[in-house]
């Protein structure tokens, strides 16, 4: 199947490991010019080095904290100098600490806030008058199942990426005619770093998964075909979707 997202340029955040770099590798391998950004200059040279192992993909890498403002206007103000209009944000910021409500101070809650809901938020404003002007671009956030089933312990997470899907939903109503869509995606317990921190209590993948109906943990690289055909020309109809993908786990109707 033709996606039709050959040389589109696609800026995925956060994507040095874990979600964020099989985002990035599966764009890669359909085509895409690609920037990644990580806080690690050797983290992000070694993704680099990966996906061009894997692609012919134009690739450019930075190093950003994409909650800091002035960091990230360079990083977009480089890319667009390369490439023109970014035509494809993946907006994925790591997540917050675990704790409960009594458990947590005020720079967690500061902190949690500006990493999950308001830099992502700026990251969506600041592409989107180029994908308007272009009358094509797809916005995608990675957030969590949190959205749909709060997480006991994730009481930083279930309330950013609560409010950044109240954002994502009402912005791709408001820019649907514009020929841009927002969607976000909702990973369940997936083979990554952060799951194995927040299980570390959990040595065996197997105990992990026992309340997911498929038995195992998803893979990264399953939650990237996923994002890749929301960012393809084939998803054109599609947008404002909150798309769960946890083998099961959520209990819910919606």
């Given at each position: 199947?033709?996606?039709?997202?050959k040389?589109k340029?696609?800026?995925v955040?956060?994507?040095?490991?874990?979600?964020?770099?099989?985002?990035?590798?599966?764009?890669?391998?359909?085509?895409?010019?690609?920037?990644?950004?990580?806080?690690?200059?050797?983290?992000?040279?070694?993704?680099?080095?990966?996906?061009?192992?894997?692609s012919?993909?134009?690739?450019?890498?930075f190093?950003?904290?994409?909650?800091?403002?002035?960091?990230?206007?360079?990083?977009?103000?480089?890319?667009?100098?390369?490439?023109?209009s970014?035509?494809?944000?993946?907006a994925?910021?790591?997540?917050?600490?675990?704790?409960?409500?009594?458990?947590?101070?005020?720079?967690?809650?500061?902190?949690?806030l500006?990493?999950?809901?308001?830099?992502?938020?700026?990251?969506?404003?600041?592409?989107?008058?180029?994908?308007?002007?272009?009358?094509?671009?797809?916005?995608?956030?990675?957030?969590?199942?949190?959205?749909k089933?709060?997480?006991?312990?994730?009481?930083?997470?279930?309330?950013?990426?609560?409010?950044?899907?109240g954002?994502?939903?009402?912005?791709?109503?408001?820019?649907?005619?514009?020929?841009?869509?927002?969607?976000?995606?909702?990973?369940?317990i997936?083979?990554?770093?952060?799951?194995?921190?927040?299980h570390?209590d959990?040595?065996?993948?197997?105990?992990?998964?026992?309340?997911?109906?498929?038995?195992?943990?998803?893979?990264?690289?399953?939650?990237?075909?996923?994002?890749?055909?929301?960012?393809?020309?084939?998803?054109?109809?599609?947008?404002?979707?909150?798309?769960?993908?946890?083998g099961?786990?959520?209990?819910?109707?919606?």
């Amino acid at each position: 199947m033709d996606l039709g997202i050959k040389e589109k340029v696609a800026l995925v955040q956060g994507a040095s490991a874990g979600l964020g770099f099989a985002a990035a590798k599966e764009l890669a391998l359909e085509g895409c010019r690609v920037a990644i950004c990580s806080r690690s200059r050797k983290n992000i040279d070694q993704a680099i080095e990966q996906i061009k192992a894997n692609s012919n993909a134009e690739i450019l890498g930075f190093v950003c904290d994409v909650a800091d403002e002035a960091n990230r206007q360079q990083m977009l103000g480089e890319i667009t100098g390369t490439w023109g209009s970014i035509d494809i944000l993946v907006a994925n910021s790591g997540g917050p600490s675990v704790g409960l409500y009594n458990t947590l101070d005020k720079s967690q809650w500061d902190q949690a806030l500006q990493n999950n809901l308001i830099a992502m938020k700026d990251s969506a404003l600041e592409v989107l008058p180029g994908m308007a002007h272009n009358g094509w671009g797809r916005i995608i956030f990675i957030t969590s199942v949190s959205v749909k089933q709060p997480i006991e312990s994730l009481i930083l997470s279930n309330t950013a990426r609560a409010g950044l899907t109240g954002f994502a939903k009402t912005l791709s109503a408001q820019i649907a005619s514009k020929g841009v869509t927002v969607n976000m995606v909702l990973p369940g317990i997936h083979d990554t770093e952060r799951v194995k921190e927040l299980h570390s209590d959990l040595a065996d993948p197997a105990v992990i998964a026992k309340d997911i109906p498929m038995g195992r943990l998803g893979q990264p690289e399953e939650l990237a075909a996923l994002i890749t055909f929301l960012a393809s020309t084939r998803a054109s109809y599609i947008t404002g979707q909150s798309i769960v993908a946890d083998g099961g786990l959520v209990k819910g109707l919606f």
